[in-house]
């Protein structure tokens, strides 16, 4: 069983501090950002999308609980659209490490797609890196399809 609850203000700041270093990182990896810019770019982004935090509007920050009413993880994502376009884009799921492999990630998206038909929705959309193989294997399973793909290829 999981549960989706409001995060609090103390568990988005430390949340909001990981997840940017953890976008930047990405970024550093898949060779778009700088190590030096990383960051800065990460901050700027994530000020610009969440301007008011978690209680921006039509942006919906939720913590995830298990049985056991443990914090297993933070998902966020934004719903936007309107009549039978309205849809939602996940901009980051989160399992904390001593909870991961365990069928959470996959429940969480699952719950989602309830939310979002709830909440008018008919599509879930989502970026992964493509260094990420673990969660893009994830999203094939559950039914995702790709609708961009971007390739780069460094050269010597």
């Known amino acids: 069983m999981l549960r989706f ?3 609090t203000a103390e ?3 430390t949340y909001a501090e990981a997840s940017i270093l953890a976008y930047a990182a990405d970024h550093v990896v898949d060779g778009r950002w700088s190590a030096e810019e990383s960051v800065d770019q990460a901050r700027q982004e994530f000020a610009q999308l969440l301007p008011n935090g978690p209680a921006t509007e039509d942006h919906y920050l939720k913590m995830l609980v298990n049985e056991r009413e443990e914090r297993i993880g933070v ?3 934004h ?5 039978d376009r309205r849809s939602a884009y ?3 799921i989160i399992i904390y490490p001593a909870y991961r492999r365990q069928g959470f990630g996959e429940m969480a998206l699952r719950q989602l797609e309830e939310v979002v038909r709830d909440l008018g929705g008919h599509r ?3 970026h992964v890196f493509g260094h990420n193989q673990a969660a893009y294997a994830l999203y094939v399973k559950l ?3 790709p609708t961009n793909i971007n390739m780069a290829k460094d050269l010597a």
């Open 5 to 7: 609850i409001p995060i």
């Open 11 to 13: 568990e988005y700041s």
């Open 75 to 77: 998902l966020w994502f």
């Open 79 to 83: 719903m936007h659209g309107t009549g």
């Open 90 to 92: 996940v901009y980051d």
């Open 124 to 126: 879930v959309s989502l």
């Open 143 to 145: 039914g995702f399809i």
